[in-house]
């Protein structure tokens, strides 16, 4: 389930650039399996273009390495 807090994450993502990048940008500000979930909406919503999951992941593998 999205919680308040994260839906003003992705409505505030969507206003500004793209929105794979502010994906990637909210590894360090936000529970990273609700921002996977968000993503997975995203895809859903807008189509499977919007957000590469898989890589998103991916960087989030990487963040939680160098902690």
Known sequence: MI???MYE??????GYGFLEEHFT???DSCDHKSLVEL???CNNRW???CVDVEKL???IE??????
């Open 3 to 5: 919680s308040e807090e």
């Open 9 to 14: 994450v992705m409505i505030h993502m969507i």
């Open 25 to 27: 940008d909210a590894i």
């Open 39 to 41: 993503a997975r909406i």
């Open 47 to 49: 189509g499977g273009g």
């Open 57 to 59: 992941e991916r960087a």
């Open 62 to 67: 990487r963040y939680n390495k160098e902690e």
